[in-house]
């Protein structure tokens, strides 16, 4: 009798087996094993429609298999060996044992940087993209909203931007005091904006060109001084910078964005000390003693500022067994934006101190430099008196040689008259001999109590320089320490208690 085909239609047929085993315990462990107690099974009983009835025993099978696999992965590399195949497709293509790093699929700031969807982090442009997000820059607890404002601005923007709104509240303008402020002690202070150096030799590097440089105008010297600096000038002992400043003092860089503080040292340090050994070569041509008392005294200040800082230095000499070597000696240091704002008079400060104390001593050291030069003006008489006395004596020489020669008798009537003339002449020659030699012993004179005058004011310059040296020195301490208590003291008012409630 043949079994029904419907009744044989949800059997199931047996697994495979390795060993003998009865058929009823297969099928029931099989059984027990893929289709669990409802009671235990977390998903609820589920409808079953004429789709799933019309599935083979096999695919029945299949699915139920497939279904443990899932859920009990282990067991199934347990029975089989095999992992099961949805473990190697949730892996990674690169999780092949090697030690390469997972990429994250949100792109890099690098990445971002070069298609130009981001833009770099030393812009203003960054900033502004922070702040669209939320993120702010400014300072709420600053009372003085004015200069941060103007700072924050500033500071945004180009180079060329930083120099117009900074740099006059770090370093003001000599010009503008004199006109302004009728500061009249400025009248002779040129102010040279980017300015080449054109006319004097280099230190290695490159041709200075400072942002803001401040030196001494033509209507400083009197027309005998310039006259002395004109035939002493060359190409390595310069004193005009450009084509209207004599000897710099005081120089300014400014940087902003990618070039920063740093390199406006750099070019600071370059440009200082070929103004240095500009001052050291006009006194070494009076003499290697004059040269050697500047030795370790500050003849140029320079400041260097970006965008956030400023930093102050004095340029110095040392000449040693007549190499001379040039330095720099650290002031001051400050944040723009520091203690909210508290030190932005600093550098300003500081400036007008350069302007009303050490200009009129650097002043003072050029003209006494410039009087030990020799005037071209008198070389010049000299030489022409020479030339005078050569030309007599030569003149005289050649009448005698003619009043020896023998003449023809009938020129003799002529000759006579001629006598006469070199007579006259000689006698000339004779009275212009004379005076020319009272003149060239009056130089003398005067040059010889020049030389002593001069020796006389070098050594009372020099006991004044050493004083004025002295003087300047402690001025820069007392500056120096007055910056420190006054930090010190904003220290101590932020700590206290009463400034923190």
Not at 44 to 69: F, I, T, V
Not at 80 to 104: A, C, F, L, Q, V
Not at 286 to 306: K, N, R, T, Y
Not at 378 to 390: H, I, L, R
Request: glycine letters at 6%.
């Amino acid at each position: 009798m043949q079994d029904n085909p419907r009744k044989r239609k949800h059997s199931l047929p047996s697994p495979p087996s390795s060993g003998p085993s009865p058929r009823g315990r297969t099928r029931r462990r099989i059984a027990d094993e893929y289709n669990p107690d409802p009671a235990q099974s977390p998903e609820p009983l589920r409808k079953r429609y004429r789709g799933d009835l019309e599935r083979s025993p096999r695919e029945e099978l299949n699915c139920c298999a497939q279904g443990a696999e899932e859920a009990e992965p282990i067991q199934h590399w347990v029975r089989s060996g095999k992992w099961p195949k949805h473990i190697g497709e949730m892996t990674d293509p690169e999780s092949d044992g090697s030690n390469k790093r997972r990429r994250s699929s949100t792109p890099s700031y690098s990445s971002r940087r070069r298609n130009g969807s981001a833009p770099p982090a030393h812009t203003a442009a960054y900033e502004e993209e922070l702040q669209r997000h939320g993120i702010m820059f400014d300072d709420l607890n600053t009372k003085d909203l004015t200069y941060i404002r103007l700072f924050q601005r500033a500071s945004k923007c180009s180079e060329e931007r930083v120099r117009r709104d900074l740099t006059p509240h770090i370093v003001p303008s000599a010009e503008l005091l004199y006109v302004v402020d009728r500061e009249t002690i400025l009248a002779n202070v040129r102010e040279e904006m980017s300015g080449d150096w054109t006319k004097c030799s280099l230190l290695g590097g490159t041709q200075p060109r400072p942002d803001y440089a401040y030196g001494l105008s033509s209507a400083t010297f009197t027309e005998e001084e310039r006259a002395k600096l004109e035939n002493y000038t060359n190409i390595n002992n310069p004193t005009k910078f450009t084509d209207f400043m004599y000897f710099p003092f005081l120089l300014c860089e400014a940087k902003c964005g990618r070039r920063n503080i740093n390199d406006a040292d750099r070019q600071n340090v370059h440009s200082a000390s070929i103004a240095v050994n500009a001052i050291i070569q006009l006194c070494r041509a009076a003499g290697e003693d004059h040269a050697q008392i500047l030795s370790g005294q500050i003849l140029v200040f320079s400041i260097s500022h970006d965008n956030e800082r400023v930093k102050i230095y004095g340029h110095f000499p040392l000449i040693r067994d007549g190499r001379t070597t040039f330095h720099r000696y650290y002031v001051h240091n400050y944040s723009l934006d520091g203690h909210y704002g508290r030190d932005r008079d600093t550098g300003s400060n500081f400036t007008r101190a350069v302007y009303r104390d050490f200009y009129p001593s650097h002043l003072k050291r050029l003209q006494q430099a410039v009087a030990r030069l020799s005037d071209p003006r008198t070389t010049s008489v000299v030489s022409d008196v020479s030339v005078d006395e050569g030309e007599a004596r030569a003149s005289e020489q050649s009448s005698q040689e003619r009043d020896s020669s023998p003449r023809p008798s009938f020129r003799r009537a002529k000759s006579q008259g001629s006598q006469g003339e070199l007579t006259l002449m000689k006698q000339q020659m004779a009275k212009l001999e004379q005076m020319h030699k009272a003149q060239l012993e009056q130089q003398k004179e005067e040059s010889r109590k020049q030389m002593e005058q001069q020796r006389e004011d070098s050594q009372k310059q020099m006991q004044q320089q050493r004083e004025e040296s002295q003087k300047q020195m402690a001025l820069l301490e007392r500056l120096l320490n007055r910056e420190q208590g006054s930090q010190k003291d904003g220290a101590r008012f932020r700590e206290s208690p009463s400034s923190r409630s």
